[in-house]
Structure formats: C-alpha cells, structure tokens
C-alpha cells in the first residue's frame, strides 16, 4: 500500500497516511476536524527497500547455483594448477 502525504488548508497539520490506491482521499482534518485536508503532490511512485539488504542473488534457481559451484571449483583447480608451474620453474 502506499504511503500518501496530506495537509491541513486551515491548520496546517501535516501527515503521512498509508491508503489503498483505490481508496478516495481524505478530506476531514484528524487535527481541526474541518473539511479542509489537501493530499500533496509525492515524488512518485518508487519502490523502498528497507531492511539489512537485498541482493541479485539471495533468490536463483538451483541449477543456477550448482553451474556456479562448478565454475568456482574449476577456477581454483586451475588457480592450483598455476601456483605449481610456479613452483617449479623457481
């Protein structure tokens, strides 16, 4: 649901209201209980993620994660295999 700002014309009581989209807008004042309520013009409709984080990958499939698995055993085998010619060319 979003979040909606609205403003008092008389009062100039100022709040955040969580309605529907499909709800009317409010028009009775909460604070001065005239019908003087005013809903502001937001900065548009924007998702908000709130939390400790959301990564790209917290949600892919299981083959997605075991072609990944490969891929990484592959580069250090082969990262292995590097450290050893090293070795033993010195």
Same mark, same amino acid.
């Given at each position: 649901?979003?979040?909606?700002?609205?403003?008092?014309?008389?009062?100039?009581?100022?709040?955040?209201?969580?309605?529907? !989209? +499909?709800? %009317?807008? @409010?028009? =009775?004042?909460?604070?001065?209980?005239?019908? =003087?309520?005013?809903?502001? !013009?937001?900065?548009?409709?924007? !998702?908000?993620? &709130?939390?400790?984080?959301?990564? &790209?990958?917290?949600?892919?499939?299981? %083959?997605? &994660? @075991?072609?990944?698995?490969?891929?990484?055993? !592959?580069? %250090?085998?082969?990262?292995?295999?590097?450290?050893? +010619?090293? =070795?033993?060319? =010195?």
């Amino acid at each position: 649901m979003p979040t909606y700002d609205y403003v008092c014309e008389a009062c100039d009581h100022q709040f955040e209201l969580f309605q529907s !989209i +499909k709800a %009317s807008p @409010k028009r =009775k004042c909460p604070e001065c209980s005239r019908v =003087k309520l005013r809903r502001l !013009i937001g900065p548009g409709a924007a !998702i908000v993620f &709130k939390g400790s984080g959301f990564y &790209k990958t917290d949600y892919r499939s299981e %083959s997605y &994660k @075991k072609a990944a698995a490969a891929e990484k055993k !592959i580069a %250090s085998d082969t990262a292995g295999k590097s450290k050893d +010619k090293k =070795k033993a060319e =010195k």
